[in-house]
């Protein structure tokens, strides 16, 4: 049996349609903590306890805390080799059709230059008014880091803003399920970097291979999808994507 970077290779070569799915991991080689394991907490909270609206709404002051925090450590960090494999998919003409679903809201698959994200959790760099006040869109973009004053105000009602990213007991929004569920239909869907333990985002693995794709896991660690997917590559995704990439060259 050959590595399961060449049988990966071979797949995406005879390729038309690719589907990557892709979580914290990758962004992890670019300086982001994962959210779970000994690397993901964040003054020892859980993502559970700190995304979510009830926890907002009792201590807003924290929860900004956090993502001011993300925010920062991004807007320094640089996309790593995994992105720019991934973002150089989706610009070729290797394949009729390339899509990417990601969970992270960090936009370094944007920085890398990927066409056509999918962004199923929203964006660390989106907020909108915690009152949804009848001033303002539903989100818009923010850049600022820092805030001028935190927690930062909304500037249609002075209320407080929410990062626009999708919490705990959210909805995901409506376009970005509809364009992940219509990128499910493809011939290779590889799933990268995430624990695939929140859902619904962790039920599009096994719902792409259902509609027939060839599924391949790349985690340096198995997850609960491992065992159910075609391929389990079990390596970091800068190492296992840039092979890939290697293999699909010579
Ligand atoms: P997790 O932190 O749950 O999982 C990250 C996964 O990446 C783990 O399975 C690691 O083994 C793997 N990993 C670590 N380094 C890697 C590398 N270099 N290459 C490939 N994989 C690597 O992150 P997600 O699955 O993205 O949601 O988390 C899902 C959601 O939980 C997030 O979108 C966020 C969080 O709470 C919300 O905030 C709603």
Redesign the pocket.
């Known amino acids: 049996m050959s590595r399961p970077e060449v049988r990966l290779a071979e797949r995406l070569s005879r390729a038309r349609r690719v589907t990557a799915i892709t979580?914290?991991?990758?962004s992890?080689?670019s300086g982001i903590p994962?959210?779970?394991?000994a690397q993901?907490l964040w003054r020892s909270f859980r993502?559970?306890e700190l995304?979510t609206p009830e926890a907002f709404a009792r201590d807003p002051g924290t929860v900004w805390e956090w993502y001011a925090w993300r925010r920062e450590l991004v807007s320094r960090a640089r996309p790593n080799r995994?992105h720019e494999i991934l973002a150089g998919w989706s610009r070729s003409r290797r394949f009729e059709r390339f899509a990417l679903v990601t969970?992270?809201?960090d936009g370094l698959h944007e920085r890398a230059g990927t066409r056509g994200v999918i962004r199923?959790?929203g964006s660390l760099f989106e907020v909108g008014c915690w009152n949804a006040c009848r001033g303002s869109p539903r989100r818009w973009p923010d850049e600022r880091v820092p805030f001028p004053e935190m927690p930062p105000r909304c500037p249609h009602c002075g209320g407080l803003l929410r990062p626009g990213?999708?919490?705990?007991g959210e909805a995901i929004p409506p376009e970005a399920l509809s364009a992940s569920l219509d990128a499910l239909d493809c011939d290779v869907c590889l799933v990268?970097?995430?624990?695939?333990?929140?859902y619904p985002?962790a039920g599009l693995a096994a719902e792409v291979k259902r509609r027939g794709a060839f599924t391949v896991e790349?985690?340096?660690?198995a997850?609960d999808v491992s065992a159910s997917l075609d391929l389990a590559i079990a390596a970091?995704?800068?190492v296992a994507l840039d092979e890939v990439e290697r293999l699909l060259n010579v």
């Open positions: 979580g914290a991991g990758v992890a080689a994962t959210f779970r394991g993901g993502p559970e995304a995994a969970q992270n809201v199923f959790h990213v999708v919490w705990f990268v970097g995430t624990s695939s333990v929140v985002a790349v985690n340096p660690e997850t970091p995704a800068e």
